[in-house]
């Protein structure tokens, strides 16, 4: 059995380390990682104390902040990096254009696609990234489709359950 630390990005394969969710490389535990507090946050007032345990208050506060119209917060199931099970999550989608060059004519092309923020990642690259990238390596469930909220949703569905989320289980139909 191996993991992939999210902070250095290194194998173990050491089972003791595995068993205390414990990176020999960068000598972190996971707890202490998802501790750490969103900086990218820390400017708007109500979002200061926030950690990247709270994916669900960060999402909302990444679409107030840093959204626009289109954006989306999102709640799904993904696979824990550590334990590799299912945990509920909240990211924010956006739509952006990703720029590449045709090599038969040397112009750049650009071509709409989704892109994902999650400030609760743990590892900085991969805090944005193209929507089906984040959806593999996240290891986002498909079956139930993740839930997509507009920030006017959110702020709805906050204020009748006194919770930033998750408000329904994504297991529901």
């Not at 990176?23 to 202490?32: G, L, P, S, T």
């Not at 993740?146 to 359950?161: D, S």
């Amino acid at each position: 059995m191996t993991y992939h630390c999210p902070k250095c990005r290194m194998d173990n394969t050491d089972p003791e380390d595995i068993r205390r969710k414990h990176c020999a490389f960068c000598d972190v535990f996971a707890e202490d990682l998802r501790g750490e507090l969103v900086t990218e946050l820390q400017e708007f007032q109500f979002s200061r104390g926030l950690t990247r345990r709270d994916c669900f208050s960060v999402a909302i506060w990444t679409v107030k902040y840093h959204g626009n119209e289109e954006s989306r917060v999102v709640h799904g199931r993904v696979r824990d990096s550590w334990t590799g099970a299912l945990v509920q999550h909240a990211w924010v989608e956006t739509p952006g254009k990703g720029t590449y060059v045709n090599e038969e004519t040397g112009a750049e092309v650009q071509l709409p696609l989704t892109l994902v923020v999650d400030y609760c990642q743990i590892d900085e690259r991969a805090r944005f990234m193209p929507r089906d990238y984040y959806y593999e390596q996240c290891g986002v469930e498909a079956t139930p489709p993740p839930k997509r909220y507009t920030f006017e949703q959110c702020m709805l569905l906050a204020a009748i359950h006194r919770n930033d989320g998750p408000w329904e289980d994504p297991g529901e139909s």
